[in-house]
């Protein structure tokens, strides 16, 4: 059975995992704004997406482009947990899964060191 939580809970564990993050981390991420929705529109099953410019990927003509984004999407997260303990597991999973994508780490790494 889904796992209930308000809303408000649920962006209170997006933000403890975030407080997880070493600071040599964070401090690189000045261009990233970390968002919480329902779900995804066209992916209702998602977990997390990252949409911007990877740091790796981030050359000399990297400029102007709007802030990276990391969504974590609630619905989804809920339903696939039995108790808060594996919402608050998997809350942290998906925030560290997609900031590692800002910083160049592909899914085939993440996966196979327990990130996936």
Do not use: K, Q
């Not at 796992?3 to 997880?20: I, Q």
């Not at 998602?46 to 609630?74: K, S, W």
Request: hydrophobic share 40%; aromatic share 6%.
């Amino acid at each position: 059975m889904p796992v209930r939580m308000s809303d408000d809970e649920f962006d209170g564990l997006v933000s403890d995992a975030l407080d997880t993050i070493p600071s040599e981390l964070t401090d690189n991420m000045s261009n990233v704004v970390i968002l919480v929705e329902p779900h995804h529109p066209e992916e209702p099953g998602i977990l997390g997406l990252y949409h911007g410019v990877a740091l790796t990927m981030r050359d000399h003509e990297y400029g102007g482009f709007l802030p990276d984004t990391i969504t974590v999407y609630r619905e989804p997260l809920l339903a696939m947990c039995n108790s808060r303990d594996e919402v608050v597991h998997e809350v942290a999973v998906t925030v560290i899964h997609e900031i590692a994508h800002h910083f160049g780490i592909d899914d085939d790494w993440l996966h196979a060191n327990g990130w996936g």
